[in-house]
């Protein structure tokens, strides 16, 4: 089955800094998706992105699928960016989502 | 309207007890998701119903029970838990597969279970 890892697994950062979250999946899909889960647990959608370039506020992602792979970019950072970032992807329309393990990220003020 | 709602919020059941966890979206979506959500971990797929029809069962043991009773509701009835049944459930839904436009699935706030 399809293979989803997520890079880099935890990242500590001030506030106002950027940064770069990837994506690396191992066969070709038509569902990519962008999660920010909260320290409540909340799953917030930050993008549906099978391919392309999508921007919201302060977060872009963008989905190169021809080689694979999708970052997601958090510039100026705020601490409620805090808790874990899900990258998953669904390869034949069936519903069944692969999730990625997840990048943690912890904004300092 | 891009809200999936789920009560309650949190619960806490003996093994013995029977209880159930509801959730509602009013987004015309006719897929519906259970997930089972470990610490430190991604979310699980437990059940997907497709047109109020269970179309995916992820071997799920049978004291977990879901019921879609119409196209907007999603329940699951619990009954004869396990300690390590405690964790975070989530639903979610989403348009049906071979239909054009995205497939983003859009999750509820979670019922936190504990079960002792």
Same mark, same amino acid.
């Given at each position: 089955?399809?293979?989803?890892?997520?890079?880099?697994?935890?990242?500590?950062?001030?506030?106002?800094?950027?940064?770069?979250?990837?994506?690396?999946?191992?066969?070709?899909?038509?569902?990519?998706?962008?999660?920010?889960?909260?320290?409540?647990?909340?799953?917030?959608?930050?993008?549906?992105?099978?391919?392309?370039?999508?921007?919201?506020?302060?977060?872009?992602?963008?989905?190169?699928?021809?080689?694979?792979?999708?970052?997601?970019?958090?510039?100026?950072?705020?601490?409620?960016?805090?808790?874990?970032?899900?990258?998953?992807?669904?390869?034949?329309?069936?519903?069944?989502?692969?999730?990625?393990?997840?990048?943690?990220?912890?904004?300092?003020? | 309207?891009?809200?999936?709602?789920?009560?309650?919020?949190?619960?806490?059941?003996?093994?013995?007890?029977?209880?159930?966890?509801?959730?509602?979206?009013?987004?015309?979506?006719?897929?519906?998701?259970?997930?089972?959500?470990?610490?430190?971990?991604?979310?699980? $797929?437990?059940?997907?119903? !497709?047109?109020?029809? *269970?179309?995916?069962?992820?071997? @799920?043991?049978?004291?977990?029970?879901? +019921?879609?009773?119409?196209?907007?509701?999603?329940?699951?009835?619990?009954?004869? $838990?396990?300690?390590?049944? !405690?964790?975070?459930? *989530?639903?979610?839904?989403?348009? @049906?597969?071979?239909?054009?436009?995205? +497939?983003?699935?859009?999750?509820?706030?979670?019922?936190?279970?504990?079960?002792?």
């Amino acid at each position: 089955g399809i293979q989803v890892e997520q890079s880099p697994p935890d990242l500590i950062l001030q506030e106002g800094a950027n940064s770069t979250l990837r994506c690396n999946f191992s066969d070709s899909v038509n569902n990519l998706q962008w999660f920010h889960q909260n320290p409540w647990g909340q799953l917030i959608n930050l993008f549906y992105i099978p391919s392309g370039t999508k921007q919201n506020g302060r977060l872009s992602a963008t989905t190169v699928a021809t080689e694979r792979y999708s970052l997601l970019y958090i510039s100026s950072s705020q601490t409620t960016d805090s808790g874990v970032y899900f990258c998953a992807v669904e390869e034949d329309s069936n519903y069944q989502l692969i999730w990625g393990a997840g990048t943690k990220l912890i904004i300092k003020p | 309207d891009t809200e999936v709602t789920q009560t309650p919020k949190h619960l806490v059941m003996g093994m013995t007890n029977k209880k159930s966890l509801k959730c509602e979206q009013h987004m015309g979506h006719r897929a519906m998701y259970w997930y089972k959500q470990k610490a430190k971990k991604p979310p699980e $797929l437990m059940f997907v119903y !497709s047109y109020e029809k *269970l179309s995916i069962n992820e071997s @799920v043991p049978s004291r977990f029970s879901p +019921e879609c009773p119409n196209s907007s509701l999603l329940n699951l009835h619990l009954h004869a $838990l396990q300690p390590e049944d !405690s964790a975070l459930y *989530l639903c979610a839904s989403s348009q @049906v597969r071979g239909l054009a436009g995205d +497939e983003t699935q859009y999750f509820g706030p979670g019922t936190r279970l504990l079960v002792l």
